[in-house]
């Protein structure tokens, strides 16, 4: 496990569909360069189709946007995702994991998947976002780090409420720190890994 008084945060990222997309991208655009934090993000999306999410990501962004390799060593100020079909997770010492899913074992649970890793790795200094999108996904995976002490930031659901993965997240288990726009949530994330 990373070590807990590790000098660096994670911010792990989910969404899905368009909606999910310009989210990731409004709170991109609002995170410095200099973030001393590593920013990990799944976005639900065709997995058997290429993917350009890493250069449409990088426009918006003002911290590079990498897909990360297999046993890639994360550095803080980047974020990071995986390809389509390869899962991106987290394992100690700030190293990155692809999980490989020809089967689509994790098809909808690729957020959950993340956010669990992190909360098991991450150390003390977590913060898991859920933005918009449709199903469940992200739920679990939440819990899991407001569980272990981690901050939990959720989108405003939309109006009129569906119940896609914002009101799920809110309404799965233990209280959300941050429920605003994504602007909000970005300013949260910075004010957050900024605090002494």
Known sequence: MLDRGSTFWFVAIGAS???????IMAVLRELPSSLNAVVL?????LWDKPSHLA???GRAA?????VALDGDQFTPGTAYIGEPADH???????FGQLIDDPGRTHRNRTEDLLFQSVAAHGGSRIIGVV????????????????EIGGLSMVVTPAQPPEQGMPENAISYDGPIDVIGSPSEIAQAICAAVQRP
């Open 88 to 94: 991106l997770t987290l394992v100690s010492n700030s």
């Open 55 to 57: 250069a449409v990501l």
């Open 62 to 66: 003002r911290m590079p946007v990498l």
């Open 131 to 146: 933005l918009s999108g449709s199903l469940d996904d992200g739920s679990r995976g939440l819990a899991a780090i407001n």
């Open 17 to 23: 569909g368009a909606d999910g997309l310009d989210d």
């Open 41 to 45: 993000i799944v976005l639900h999306r």
